[in-house]
């Protein structure tokens, strides 16, 4: 069977009947179901001391950014989290993060940073959900999860928090995002194989280089 979906004004043609994209995600639900993810090239976080000045928000894409799936595209609701603690599809590719965002996000919340997520998905009640179940919707404390442009999801958390545009910081895996953000002032980081401790690392330190 064969699927096809427009995603971003381009149509993506899937193959349902395998598993299209095993490097991306799991196919099924068990224990020696791995998806490739990158490696951790930054160590760990608990020894590192936060680069000063700090962001006031630190707002993160999801797709590709977070996790390495299209949550409109590639994986099928509803979701639901097993006996196991994994959280699975319809069915039962596991959905799971990139190997180092867990840490980060703990890392992160433990140091006192405020973020959020921006994502223009076309499914953004199946992302709500799927944060929910993987217990990241607890680290967000804005979420601007729906289609248009990311200025828009911008101009909201700036509504919402009041942090100006230059004591923002963003990561996302697509330059056409990098770029409109840099445009307002926000200092925006190309994430080109999901996030890991060395790309947060480097963003904090050009962070506090660059708004000295």
């Given at each position: 069977?064969?699927l096809?979906?427009?995603?971003?004004?381009?149509?993506v043609?899937?193959?349902v009947?395998t598993?299209?994209?095993?490097?991306?995600?799991c196919?099924?639900?068990?224990?020696s179901c791995?998806s490739?993810?990158?490696?951790?090239?930054g160590?760990?976080?608990?020894?590192?001391p936060?680069?000063?000045?700090?962001?006031?928000?630190?707002v993160f894409?999801?797709?590709?950014?977070?996790?390495p799936?299209w949550?409109?595209?590639?994986?099928s609701?509803?979701f639901?989290k097993?006996?196991?603690?994994?959280?699975?599809d319809?069915?039962?590719?596991v959905?799971?993060g990139?190997e180092?965002?867990?840490?980060?996000?703990?890392?992160?919340?433990?140091?006192?940073?405020?973020?959020a997520?921006?994502?223009?998905?076309?499914?953004p009640?199946?992302?709500?959900?799927?944060?929910?179940?993987?217990?990241?919707d607890?680290y967000?404390?804005y979420k601007?999860?729906?289609?248009g442009?990311?200025?828009h999801h911008?101009?909201?958390?700036h509504?919402?928090?009041?942090?100006?545009?230059?004591?923002?910081?963003f990561?996302?895996?697509?330059?056409r995002?990098?770029?409109d953000?840099?445009?307002i002032g926000?200092?925006?980081?190309?994430?080109s194989?999901?996030?890991t401790?060395?790309?947060?690392?480097?963003?904090?330190?050009?962070?506090?280089?660059?708004r000295?």
């Amino acid at each position: 069977m064969t699927l096809t979906s427009f995603y971003r004004g381009l149509a993506v043609v899937v193959s349902v009947g395998t598993c299209f994209a095993a490097e991306l995600y799991c196919h099924k639900e068990d224990a020696s179901c791995q998806s490739k993810r990158e490696e951790n090239r930054g160590g760990p976080m608990d020894n590192y001391p936060p680069p000063t000045p700090r962001p006031e928000l630190v707002v993160f894409d999801v797709d590709f950014t977070l996790w390495p799936f299209w949550v409109d595209t590639h994986v099928s609701p509803p979701f639901k989290k097993t006996s196991a603690g994994r959280v699975v599809d319809r069915y039962n590719y596991v959905l799971q993060g990139y190997e180092d965002v867990p840490e980060i996000l703990d890392w992160m919340s433990r140091q006192g940073y405020t973020m959020a997520v921006a994502s223009r998905t076309d499914a953004p009640q199946d992302m709500r959900a799927a944060l929910k179940l993987l217990d990241w919707d607890k680290y967000f404390t804005y979420k601007e999860i729906y289609p248009g442009s990311k200025t828009h999801h911008f101009q909201r958390f700036h509504e919402q928090s009041g942090v100006p545009y230059s004591k923002m910081i963003f990561f996302d895996d697509e330059e056409r995002n990098i770029y409109d953000l840099s445009r307002i002032g926000v200092l925006s980081i190309l994430v080109s194989r999901g996030l890991t401790t060395q790309v947060l690392k480097d963003g904090l330190e050009q962070f506090a280089r660059e708004r000295k």
